[in-house]
């Protein structure tokens, strides 16, 4: 089954203690990204990339680092994680990041920093 | 500037049609969509509409667009309580592989 997966899909941990929080996609898509989203402000996307070795910023990456070795991950890392991090994480990913191509969402990771 | 906005409710009567908002201001936006959200899931791609277009039907959904007044919109027809979730619509532009997303309308469909 084509699927973005995400993991873990919940955790809580407290301010400072770095942290991964992993994605898989296994449709050999080409283009991944993150996102979070809070309430009243929708989706904001975070960090991008069009293929292995190749990331960009999204509107908001101060916090956030990611890598792309593979070309089916794409971690999201939080080195110093801090209370207004909380929210909800989307990963995606689409074909090669043409603007015509759906994007595929994993299920979301809710994180909540104490 | 890149900023997408929406109203956060809307509450319809089943069979009726919904008509959800959006407004941007970045005028080089080359493609723009609506997606769909339903509880404790990930964003599901409705429809998206090019920015040369003007509207776009696509069985119960139409999506139109004023360039003009930068307003999308989406009207869904015969709205059923399956419709029930949260809409975003989301714009790229030409020169980056960069979406933006608004804030999101929550659609409630009464029985």
């Known amino acids: 089954e084509a699927q973005v997966t995400q993991n873990p899909r919940y955790l809580i941990t407290v301010t400072g203690k770095k942290l991964t929080v992993t994605c898989s996609q296994n449709?050999?898509?080409?283009?991944m990204s993150w996102y979070r989203q809070d309430p009243g402000l929708g989706l904001r996307q975070i960090y991008y990339?069009?293929?292995?070795?190749?990331?960009d910023k999204g509107d908001v990456p101060e916090g956030y680092k990611v890598s792309r070795k593979e070309k089916r991950n794409f971690p999201l890392i939080l080195e110093s994680p801090s209370p207004n991090q909380t929210s909800l994480y989307f990963c995606?990913?689409?074909?090669?990041?043409?603007?015509?191509?759906?994007?595929?969402f994993g299920p979301g990771t809710r994180l909540l920093v104490l | 500037g890149e900023d997408v906005e929406q109203s956060l409710f809307l509450s319809v009567r089943e069979g009726d049609s919904s008509v959800i908002n959006c407004t941007y201001t970045?005028?080089?936006?080359?493609?723009l969509y609506w997606y769909k959200q339903e509880p404790g899931a990930g964003l599901q791609l409705l429809t998206y509409?090019?920015?040369?277009?003007d509207m776009k039907q696509d069985q119960r959904l139409t999506v139109l667009l004023n360039k003009k007044d930068k307003h999308l919109s989406l009207r869904i027809a015969d709205t059923q309580t399956g419709d029930s979730a949260i809409y975003f619509c989301a714009e790229t532009y030409a020169g980056t592989y960069k979406y933006i997303f608004g804030t999101g309308t929550r659609l409630k469909v009464l029985a």
């Open positions: 990339s069009m293929n292995v070795e190749v990331t």
């Open positions: 509409i090019f920015s040369n277009m």
């Open positions: 995606a990913s689409s074909a090669r990041g043409g603007r015509t191509e759906t994007q595929y």
């Open positions: 970045d005028s080089s936006s080359t493609y």
């Open positions: 449709m050999n898509h080409e283009y």
